[in-house]
């Protein structure tokens, strides 16, 4: 179920590439609210565990671990169950990671979740660019790259927006098991709407 870009000389649907960009964006978007809100988190997990800053530091560090660790297999499980498969289950493990952690009742187990949530972001970013070689024309492929990647800084930065706010109202248990919903129900969604080229649809 790899896919590759169309023959040479042919052109998805223009419209069908914008739809399919804006699916891989949501993509890339709600998986960075997970792990670059982390340190949006990271003050409320200090007061709730009583954690030093080199303790506090220790949060950012699990979840890039996680990333790290899975990294090099993920392009193979990528190739292996295709890339829509592989954007549901990073969607619906990040959220849920996220979602877990506002029951945490240890900062050992903070830490677990946290590394965990790294290992299901590790897919992201080779099915979405994945994604974006099958559909866009080779002359827009590094401005659709680009664009996809926006997603990335946009995620960070609704998380470091939405999560201290939640957090204020309602406490961070509940803010992140919100964002966490927000993320899965999304993320799913985006990946969902995802599909092949249908010249790749249509390969043996």
């Known amino acids: ?31 960075a609210m997970v792990i670059l809100g982390v ?33 090099w297999p993920a392009g193979r499980i990528v190739n292996a169950v295709g890339v829509r498969r592989s954007m549901m289950v990073a969607s619906l493990g990040l959220g849920g990671s996220l979602a877990l952690l506002g029951i945490a009742p240890s900062y050992a187990l903070v830490l677990v979740v946290l590394f965990v949530a790294g290992v299901f972001y590790s ?25 996809k990647q926006m997603g ?6 609704i998380s470091a927006a939405l999560i201290p706010v939640l957090t204020a109202r309602f406490g961070w248990r509940t803010a992140v098991a919100v964002v966490g919903t927000l993320v899965a129900v999304l993320g799913l969604a985006s990946a969902n709407w995802f599909r092949r080229p249908p010249e790749v649809r249509a390969a043996p």
């Open 152 to 157: 990335v800084t946009a995620g960070a930065s």
């Open 1 to 31: 179920m790899q896919m590759t870009p169309g023959r040479v000389g042919e052109r998805p649907p223009r419209a069908g590439n914008r739809r399919m960009l804006a699916r891989l964006l949501g993509i890339q978007l709600t998986a």
């Open 123 to 147: 897919p992201v970013t080779p099915a979405t660019n994945a994604g974006v070689v099958a559909w866009a024309p080779s002359g827009f492929r590094t401005r659709a790259m680009a664009i």
């Open 39 to 71: 340190p949006a988190i990271t003050p409320a997990l200090r007061d709730e565990f009583s954690l030093s800053r080199a303790g506090a530091g220790l949060l950012v560090t699990a979840a890039f671990l996680g990333v790290v660790a899975a990294s």
